[in-house]
């Protein structure tokens, strides 16, 4: 019984922590794009950076990219596409996701 109470007293403390956990997971993908894609796409991600220009990178937001699936954006960030390096083994599958995530926040 004294064990079932201080479980009880814990939990309202371990949901605080999921909460206040939760924000940063969701800037791991803003933060991933800062780092390996914005030299690039730009921090908008229109590519309208001199080297996003001389590469001829791709407005991730228009509707040509926003409407691939999930699946077709994992495959290029994990094996690249035209100039564009890969990524697979740089970053997690976990990292990939967010990165798709933070991408679909793009839509021009």
């Given amino acids: 019984m004294k064990t079932l109470i201080r479980l009880i007293k814990l939990l309202p403390a371990v949901g605080i922590l999921f909460l ?3 924000p940063a997971h969701a800037q791991e993908g803003a933060s991933l794009f800062k780092a390996k894609c914005a030299a690039c796409h730009g921090p908008d991600g ?4 001199s080297m996003g220009k001389m590469l001829k ?3 991730l937001g228009s509707a040509e990219v926003q409407k691939e699936t999930d699946a077709e954006m994992t495959e290029i960030i ?3 596409k035209g100039k564009m390096p890969g990524y697979k083994g740089k970053l ?4 990939i996701k967010e990165l798709v995530k933070y991408i679909r926040t793009l839509k021009s």
């Fill in 78 to 80: 994990d094996n690249g």
């Fill in 92 to 95: 997690t599958d976990a990292q």
């Fill in 57 to 59: 990178a791709r407005d």
């Fill in 20 to 22: 206040l956990a939760t």
């Fill in 46 to 49: 229109k590519g309208q950076t």
